[in-house]
């Protein structure tokens, strides 16, 4: 039983950040899932169907995993080479250790 709630759950949280990899919804939607989730669970807890658990679950991990990209997003993490585009930049490091020279290639 435990199973099948871990692989609701996990699966929910990982449509809501493919949903969310593509396409950039915000907070709305992601917060609307949860609301969803949420009136699934109360429902849940009158009714006792399986189904309005299993709803309840998938939606409010969607809503989560949504909610977490959208952090993420808001984290900046995924813009920090927006503002060097078209600009000249100059990168600098320190070379620890020799190539590895393999049969037919080098690993740097």
């Not at 900046?76 to 080479?81: P, S, V, Y």
């Not at 060097?84 to 930049?89: E, L």
């Amino acid at each position: 039983m435990r199973h099948k709630f871990f692989v609701i759950i996990l699966s929910g949280f990982v449509s809501g950040v493919f949903i969310s990899s593509f396409v950039n919804f915000g907070w709305a939607p992601a917060l609307f899932f949860v609301f969803l989730g949420g009136i699934f669970g109360i429902t849940y807890f009158f009714n006792h169907s399986k189904v309005f658990g299993a709803a309840a679950l998938i939606f409010i991990a969607v809503g989560l995993g949504q909610l977490r990209y959208v952090q993420d997003d808001l984290n900046g993490r995924q813009f920090d080479l927006q503002n060097k585009v078209g600009q000249r930049v100059l990168l600098t490091g320190i070379v620890a250790d020799e190539p590895e020279q393999k049969e037919k290639a080098r690993r740097l």
